[in-house]
């Protein structure tokens, strides 16, 4: 899958002001390449992040998706791509309190209508392979955060996606668990042959990345 952006600006009114978060941004992703946006907190990482992942809409500009202008989608088109070719990864995990491990990696598999057996079948594999094979029917409060960082990027890959998009996935981690996250997602990229992009500060991250980009006040810059 293919994604990139042209002069995307987006703006957000707070009281009388208006405030730029994204500035005439132009963006393209190097499908299969393990790719980060370095910035500091505020500087428009989550914001491009969520227009490219199709959760917010422009105030200019566009996000193209294999040439396609997805701001002119509908909604219901833009989950349905979501959920089919995207997998999201976020700082606060995003896992659902009341559902154990195996359970909260099969909600988009059933929300893509796959069958029960499938589901419990593909979503045990996808433990595994992060390593949480013994944890499947623990709930979140009863694992560790660098485990519930893993159920979250297991969720990421349910519906096979071509693209992950992985938003500070190691803000809240030590840095030994950092460490072994940024080995699972980039292992992910090499191995699976998938897009990661990544918006991050960390710089173990930084120093595996096929190509960095660089974001302050809203502007992007590439670096490599």
């Known amino acids: 899958m293919k994604i990139r952006t042209e002069a ?9 002001s208006r405030i730029t978060a994204l500035d005439n941004v132009n963006f393209e992703v190097n499908e299969k390449a393990f790719t980060v946006i370095v910035g500091r907190s505020g500087s428009g ?7 490219i992942g199709l959760n917010d809409v422009p105030t200019s500009g566009k996000v193209l998706v294999d040439d396609i202008d997805a701001s002119k989608c509908s909604g219901g088109e ?4 979501r959920l089919h070719h995207m997998g999201f990864v976020f700082q606060t995990f995003n896992l659902l309190p009341t559902l154990n491990a195996v359970e909260n990696v099969e909600l988009p ?3 893509a209508g796959k069958a029960s057996k499938e589901q419990r079948e593909k979503a045990t594999k996808l433990l595994e ?7 499947l029917l623990h709930r979140p409060k009863q694992l560790s955060l660098g485990e519930m960082q893993r159920v979250a ?3 990421a890959l349910a519906n096979d996606p071509e693209v992950i998009i992985a938003d500070e996935p190691t803000g809240e981690l030590d840095s030994k668990t ?6 699972l997602l980039l292992g992910i990229s090499r191995e699976e ?8 500060h960390d710089e173990k991250m930084v120093e595996m990345a096929d190509i960095i980009y660089t974001i302050e006040d809203g502007r992007l810059k590439l670096e490599n």
């Open 8 to 16: 995307l600006t987006k703006t957000y009114n707070l009281g009388s």
């Open 45 to 51: 990482k989550s914001t491009l992040l969520s227009l």
């Open 109 to 111: 598999m059933a929300l």
């Open 78 to 81: 833009r989950r349905k791509i």
């Open 129 to 135: 392979i992060v390593g949480l094979g013994n944890r």
């Open 178 to 183: 950092a460490k072994e996250v940024i080995a």
């Open 193 to 200: 042959k998938k897009t990661v992009i990544v918006a991050t």
């Open 153 to 155: 990027i297991a969720r």
